[in-house]
C-alpha cells in the first residue's frame, strides 16, 4: 500500500512540474512577443494625414518627398526613429512620377520601417525616386528608402 501512495504522489508531482513548467514557458514567450511588440512602437512612429495640406510645414521627419504629386491623399508616413528608414503610402488620380524618377528593379532589402506589401508589389519593378523605392498598385504609390536616408 506503501509503494502505491508514493508512486501516485510521484507521479502527481511529476505532472505538477511539467504543468509548471509548461506554464512559465508560454509566460516567457509571451512576454517576449509582448517586448517585440514594445520595441518595434517604440522605434517607429507613424502619421496619418487626410491630404498634403494637412501636413505641417515644420514638422521634423514626416514631410513628403518633393517627387510626391500635390493630390495626394490617405497618406501614411512611418519613421524608423534611429534613422533606418522610411515608409510611404497614399493614395493620387496622378497617372505618372515626375522624370527624375527612373525605372528600376525591386530591390532586395525589405522597407523599413515594416510596410505591407502584397507579393506582387514587392517583387515588382517600380520606380527610383532619389533614395526612395516607389512601386504603384492602381492609385496606391507605396515607397520606401531602401537606398539610405
Not at 515608409?87 to 505618372?96: D, E, M, R, V
Request: glycine content about 4%; proline content about 7%; aromatic content about 8%.
Amino acid at each position: 500500500m506503501t509503494d502505491t501512495v508514493t508512486t501516485s504522489r510521484r507521479s502527481r508531482t511529476k505532472i505538477w512540474s511539467v504543468v509548471i513548467a509548461v506554464a512559465v514557458t508560454a509566460l516567457l514567450i509571451v512576454a517576449v512577443l509582448i517586448a517585440q511588440q514594445a520595441l518595434r512602437s517604440h522605434y517607429e512612429e507613424s502619421h496619418h494625414y487626410d491630404n498634403a495640406a494637412a501636413i505641417p510645414a515644420h514638422n521634423g521627419l514626416f514631410v513628403l518627398p518633393p517627387w510626391a504629386p500635390g493630390d495626394a491623399t490617405n497618406i501614411t508616413i512611418n519613421v524608423q526613429t534611429q534613422g533606418k528608414g522610411r515608409s510611404l503610402t497614399f493614395t493620387t488620380a496622378t497617372p505618372a512620377l515626375p522624370a527624375q524618377c527612373v525605372a528600376a528593379s525591386a530591390p532586395k532589402q525589405d522597407p523599413v520601417p515594416t510596410l505591407a506589401l502584397s507579393d506582387h508589389v514587392r517583387d515588382s519593378a517600380g520606380y527610383r525616386c532619389a533614395e526612395w523605392f516607389v512601386a504603384r498598385d492602381g492609385s496606391t504609390v507605396l515607397a520606401w528608402t531602401p537606398y539610405g536616408s
